[in-house]
């Protein structure tokens, strides 16, 4: 069975960090393509990032809401995907999802910043 | 960027109705395309892929269509389970969402 587990999230405070984990079982995850969506209060779902696998050099993409500020990373060892989020905004607040492939999502972290 | 324009945003229907939701892409997106349900409190949970291709384990009521810039959702015969926020996924190029379709108890 595919499950994804997302965790790190909280309440931060404008310009702080923050660094979500996704633990991931059920598939081969070092030949996964892994994703980081995020949904709005307002429930729009917006694509964060993306990592490719080894095999791709590990390529990575991010949204241009968030390049720069946001990494995403991985450890094959772990079947880990993480996701590294710096100087927050008030807009950052979501629910941060990690996905494989579109298929097989994790139940999300409530990330809130405010003052 | 592609953008995604899903119609309606809100639908109200009966039990046994036959219902049907748009996804409009501003280019062509080679049918990578994908169908989502969202529950209250839930992750999404994809119905339909690559436009037409029934996830395992989903009611044969679901269907979808469509090619180039223009895919549908189907509903054939409404159950009490199915109502539920709807989204559609292009993954042509990255990933761009549609803004959803909330479909109520008329």
């Known amino acids: 069975e595919v499950q994804l587990v997302e965790t790190g999230g909280g309440l931060v405070q404008p310009g702080k960090s923050l660094k979500l984990t996704c633990a991931t079982s059920g598939f081969t995850f070092s030949n996964a393509w892994m994703h980081w969506v995020r949904q709005s209060p307002e429930k729009q779902l917006e694509w964060v990032a993306q990592?490719?696998?080894?095999?791709?050099?590990?390529?990575?993409y991010y949204a241009e809401s968030v390049k720069g500020r946001f990494t995403i990373s991985r450890d094959d060892s772990k079947s880990i995907v993480y996701l590294q989020i710096n100087s927050l905004k008030e807009e950052d607040t979501a629910i941060y999802y990690c996905?494989?492939?579109?298929?097989?999502w994790g139940q999300g972290v409530m990330v809130t910043v405010s003052s | 960027d592609i953008q995604m324009t899903q119609s309606p945003s809100f639908l109200s229907a009966s039990v046994g109705d036959r219902v049907t939701i748009n996804c409009k892409a501003s280019?062509?997106?080679?049918?990578?395309l994908n169908w989502y349900q969202q529950k209250l409190g839930e992750a999404p949970k994809r119905l339909i892929y690559n436009t037409n291709n029934l996830q395992t384990g989903i009611p044969s009521r679901f269907s979808g269509s469509g090619s180039g810039t223009d895919y549908t959702l189907t509903i054939s015969s409404l159950q009490p389970e199915d109502f539920a926020t709807y989204f559609c996924l292009q993954h042509n190029s990255f990933y761009t969402f549609g803004a959803g379709t909330k479909l109520e108890l008329k």
């Open positions: 996905t494989w492939g579109g298929y097989g």
């Open positions: 280019q062509n997106i080679n049918k990578y």
């Open positions: 990592i490719k696998a080894k095999s791709n050099n590990y390529a990575t």
